[in-house]
Structure formats: C-alpha cells, structure tokens
C-alpha cells in the first residue's frame, strides 16, 4: 500500500455521501481546496472533537477558499445521525469496503485493528500540499488551516 505524499496527484474516487447521494471528487476537485480527513469511527470521542472542530472552523476553512471532506468506514446511516448529532455543515463519505483509504494508503494503528487519522490538504491544482497523521484529533484543524493560509 503506497502512502499519498506531498507533492503526489489527488486520486480519483467517488463514494455515497451522509445522505446516500453520489458523490465523485471531481465534483469539487480543481475548483477549491480540499481538506479530506479520514478518522476512526463517527460518535467515538477523539472523532467527535475532531469532527466538531473541523465544524467550529468551517465558515474560516470555507472563507479561505477550502471545502472539507470526512471519511471513514461507517455506513451512510451512521454518518448521517453522526452529522445531524453534533451539526456538521460539511460531506462525510461512506468507505465501508476501505478503498478510498487504501487509494491513500492511510496506515490502521493498534496491530492494524483500528483506521488511522490522517488529514490531507489538497491544493486548487489537485497536488497533494500537507499530510498529517496522528491519532491526536486535536493538532489536525491548526495544521489544515495552517496549510490553507500557505495556499491563499
């Protein structure tokens, strides 16, 4: 499994959004900044912190020209209780059979039982600029807004 890297090209990948739509990356890839972030599991309490404080920057992430994209295995229903629980204004993809995390190659922790957390900001040009990986959910939004405000 290759690991995406600075300076790699966004892969193309669709998936079903929180509301059981369609969604491609092309849709929003070249037209904006993406801040995609893969996270364990919805209602687990470091993926709760981080997804509500990608929500708290959102209209800063979106002000700046950046849309935000979450990503985990959960299923459509799960994310979308997860969304409306803790008001997240922003996509949540469904990954059940791990092929958007493998395109990425985001590395599982805990003898590969658990999904890794890692936070990719891609630029307008579809070139990846900043990857983070850490199970800490608290350092990912100051480094994607960090990485955002480098891009604008």
């Known amino acids: 499994m290759e690991i995406l890297k600075v300076g790699d090209k966004m892969p193309i990948f669709g998936a079903k959004d929180q509301d059981g739509n369609d969604f491609y990356i092309e849709s929003v890839l070249y ?5 995609i972030y893969f996270y364990p599991k919805d ?3 470091g993926c709760t912190r981080q997804a509500c ?9 979106k002000n700046a020209g950046a849309e935000v994209i979450g990503i985990s295995g959960d299923s ?9 629980n803790h008001k997240l ?5 469904s990954d059940s059979d791990k092929s958007i ?10 003898l590969g039982l658990i ?11 579809g070139i990846v600029k900043m990857v983070y990986n850490s199970m800490d959910a608290s350092q990912h939004i ?3 807004l960090e990485a955002i405000q480098k891009l604008k």
């Open 53 to 61: 404080s990608f929500r708290d920057e959102y209209e800063d992430i």
């Open 142 to 144: 100051p480094k994607s």
């Open 101 to 110: 995390r493998k395109l990425f190659g985001v590395p599982s922790v805990m």
């Open 89 to 93: 204004p922003y996509i949540l993809l």
């Open 115 to 125: 999904p890794g957390r890692v936070t990719y900001v891609i630029d307008i040009k």
């Open 76 to 84: 459509t229903k799960s994310h979308k209780k997860f969304a409306q």
């Open 31 to 35: 037209k904006k900044i993406l801040v």
């Open 43 to 45: 209602e687990t309490p």
